[in-house]
């Protein structure tokens, strides 16, 4: 079925030789990865209640006002 699809030998040209190397996370990768952010998605794309319950941060001792 995939046979076009090659294994790579190890040491082969263009190889990595099976060391894996990842990229430093994007800042869209970090994004997503917040609370917020999946707490906005669940609110608007899963329940459609468009209520996000966010989780206030703080800035120097100051809480976000409401």
């Known amino acids: 079925m995939f046979r076009?699809?090659?294994r790579r030998r190890?040491?082969?040209p263009?190889?990595?030789g099976g060391a894996r190397r990842s990229a430093p996370p994007t800042p869209?990768?970090?994004t997503?990865?917040?609370p917020d952010?999946?707490?906005g998605v669940r609110a608007a794309l899963v329940d459609k209640?468009?209520?996000p319950t966010w989780q206030?941060?703080?800035f120097g001792g100051r809480t976000l006002p409401s």
């Open 49 to 51: 209640d468009r209520t």
């Open 37 to 39: 952010f999946l707490e």
């Open 32 to 34: 997503i990865r917040t």
């Open 28 to 30: 869209t990768a970090r």
């Open 56 to 58: 206030r941060t703080s």
């Open 10 to 12: 190890p040491g082969a």
């Open 14 to 16: 263009g190889s990595s």
């Open 4 to 6: 076009s699809v090659r």
